[in-house]
T-cell receptor
Framework: DTGVSQDPRHKITKRGQNVTFRCDPI?????LYWYRQTLGQGPEFLTY????????KSRLLSDRFSAERPKGSFSTLEIQRTEQGDSAMYLC??????????????FGPGTRLTVL | AQTVTQSQPEMSVQEAETVTLSCTYD???????LFWYKQPPSRQMILVIR??????QNATENRFSVNFQKAAKSFSLKISDSQLGDAAMYFC????????FGAGTRLTVKP
């Protein structure tokens, strides 16, 4: 399967702990996006990368959240000092941006975080 | 700010019948994309259909078609000949720069 993969699929943690999620995009996709989806809601944009550069961050991305894409391939999303309100599905998507026009985003299966 | 509203939290359709899911959005831009995504239970989100705002012609993908009313900022999805596999959450989304999603409509298909 050459789609977007995310690891882990599920994570249960205690409040105050740090967690890190990984996303592997479709090979050769230069853009990678992170979204958060809470129960009963649509995904909310968090941030995106073009290659290794983080080009945009939502104000939803508090300073407890940090995302990296060091080599322009996989990305990690870290949440420090988790809070119960961080419980959500964290979705990753990737796309191939060629400089103009439309680029379809392909979504991964998500990482479901539960903060106790 | 761009917002996307899906006013139908749940919809139900009989197998082989037609159902229409509603979506409205708010924007001051003239050039953007609109999407419908399908999210089956415990499975990843997949693109159903997209519409470029500059195109007047409504997009169609097999049994899925849209009714795009740009002036009214309305973007509804019609599913014809509904199948059991169509049961899922459906999200309407707007994209100018980042992607904005509606809250979703849960579609149930009755055999």
């Amino acid at each position: 399967d050459t789609g977007v993969s995310q690891d882990p699929r599920h994570k249960i943690t205690k409040r105050g702990q740090n967690v890190t999620f990984r996303c592997d995009p479709i090979s050769e996709h230069n853009r990678l996006y992170w979204y958060r989806q809470t129960l009963g809601q649509g995904p909310e944009f968090l941030t995106y990368f073009q290659n290794e550069a983080q080009l945009e961050k939502s104000r939803l991305l508090s300073d407890r959240f940090s995302a990296e894409r060091p080599k322009g391939s996989f990305s990690t999303l870290e949440i420090q000092r988790t809070e119960q309100g961080d419980s959500a599905m964290y979705l990753c998507a990737s796309s191939l941006y060629s400089g103009s026009g439309y680029n379809e985003q392909f979504f991964g299966p998500g990482t479901r975080l539960t903060v106790l | 700010a761009q917002t996307v509203t899906q006013s139908q939290p749940e919809m139900s359709v009989q197998e082989a019948e037609t159902v229409t899911l509603s979506c409205t959005y708010d924007t001051s831009e003239s050039d953007y994309y609109l999407f419908w995504y399908k999210q089956p239970p415990s499975r990843q989100m997949i693109l159903v259909i997209r519409q470029e705002a500059y195109k007047q012609q409504n997009a169609t993908e097999n049994r899925f078609s849209v009714n795009f009313q740009k002036a009214a900022k309305s973007f509804s999805l019609k599913i014809s000949d509904s199948q059991l596999g169509d049961a899922a959450m459906y999200f309407c989304a707007y994209r100018r720069n980042d992607m904005r999603f509606g809250a979703g409509t849960r579609l149930t298909v009755k055999p």
